[in-house]
């Protein structure tokens, strides 16, 4: 069984054939050109796929979204492609290969499980085939969001929506958020918060990209903005590691490619304020597939048979 996986993001959508072994026969990716090109750019890299893999040698259709999303209808509404709302992507892919099944998750539900699948193998003893028990992905980028891999299952709740961690409230006082909340981690934290706030205090810089230079040339405001970002996402990941003792979490995203100067922040406020004893274990790692996690874990969801 061959798997056409389709990751859709908020910049970028990428797709590739995936073989049962992990192997990636081809793989494509096309930046989204505008607030009403999702329905090309979707059309176009299922198209550069299917002209290297010939589509009857693709059995099923994963594919992992920025959300929220509904799974039962098979409909997404990513916050940074307003022209999908309640859009039906299960059909639309279905069309592009038709009589194959098609599976949905979020995202960052499928970075995890990408992870979990191809990338982090432990050592944790007691874990399924020497994975972990436990763990989260994250994917701090343009948003922020998440996905729980749970003894080797994705968790993904009755809605299709868990592991939404950039919506945790770490500042009540803080930023309306485009979710509708205040105060989310995702307006600290994601590449437009955290230029918004060093914009705010006086950086000129023009995007996270040069904002991540700066911080590592020691501009103070880009370092502070980091250091802010760093803090967010350690209270939203000590939270979900207090319900849910995780062994591990694996972070990827555009903001996350920055390295050092987002990881250490963020480790040294996950040492301060790690309290409970079974909290000490946590590993806290970059993703080690980068952008194709996503495609790992889209490819799983039909390769692994691990969504409901």
């Known amino acids: 069984m061959t798997v056409l996986a389709v990751d859709i993001g908020g910049t970028k959508f990428a797709a590739a054939a995936v073989a049962p072994d992990g192997e990636m026969l081809a793989r494509t990716e096309v930046p989204l050109r505008g607030p009403e090109s999702a329905g090309r750019t979707l059309s176009e890299v299922v198209r550069r796929i299917t002209e290297r893999v010939a589509p009857d040698r693709l059995d099923g259709i994963g594919v992992g979204s920025a959300g929220p ?26 069309e592009t290969l038709p009589g194959r099944p098609v599976r949905l998750a979020g995202d960052a539900q499928c970075m995890a499980l990408g992870e979990w699948w191809r990338g982090l193998t432990g050592p944790i003893p007691d874990g399924p085939t020497g994975r972990s028990r436990a763990m989260l992905g994250m994917v701090v980028s343009t948003g922020v969001g998440g996905g729980l891999v749970l003894d080797g299952v994705p968790y993904v709740g009755p809605t299709g929506n868990a592991g939404h961690i950039g919506h945790i409230t770490v500042d ?49 405001t880009a370092v502070r903005a980091f250091e802010r970002a760093g803090g967010a996402l350690a209270t939203a990941v000590l939270t979900a590691s207090a319900l849910f003792d995780l062994d591990d979490v694996v972070i990827g995203g555009g903001v996350a490619a920055a390295g050092p100067i987002l990881f250490d922040p963020l480790r040294r406020a996950i040492g301060r304020n790690t309290g409970l004893g079974f909290l000490r274990r946590l590993r806290v790692e970059p993703t080690s597939l980068g952008r194709d996690a996503g495609l790992f874990g889209a490819a799983a969801l039909v390769l692994l048979q691990g969504v409901a």
């Open 172 to 220: 009540p006082g803080g930023e309306p958020c485009p979710c509708g909340g205040v105060g989310c981690v995702e307006t600290i934290a994601s590449g437009p918060g955290m230029v918004r706030w060093a914009a705010a205090n006086g950086w000129t810089g023009a995007d996270a990209r040069a904002l991540a230079a700066d911080a590592r040339a020691g501009h103070p």
């Open 69 to 94: 999303l509904d799974p039962r209808r098979g409909t997404v509404s990513p916050v940074n492609i307003p022209a999908w709302r309640d859009f039906p992507l299960v059909d639309a892919l279905g």
